[in-house]
């Protein structure tokens, strides 16, 4: 895989390789399994929130209702 880069990535993949002493290849590689972790979680708790909004919306309406 080629990933093209600008200036500011660029400055910004060595920074973080220099800093971290690892390559600019395993910078990328836990950025994009970082953002997946994230979007799974996100989702995750999205499903969740649904699930106890539907189980729970009776109680809830009546809390807001007093």
């Known amino acids: 895989m080629t990933l ?6 660029d ?3 060595s920074a973080l390789a220099a800093a ?3 390559s600019r ?3 990328v590689r836990r ?6 972790e994230r979007s799974r979680h ?3 708790v999205q499903q969740s929130s ?3 909004m539907d189980r729970w ?5 009546r809390l807001g209702s007093v």
């Open 42 to 44: 996100s989702a995750r």
């Open 57 to 61: 919306s009776d109680v809830l309406h």
């Open 25 to 27: 290849q395993e910078i």
């Open 4 to 9: 093209r880069t600008d200036d500011e990535l």
């Open 11 to 13: 400055k910004a993949l």
């Open 50 to 52: 649904e699930r106890l």
């Open 20 to 22: 971290e002493g690892t």
């Open 31 to 36: 950025a994009v399994l970082e953002r997946y």
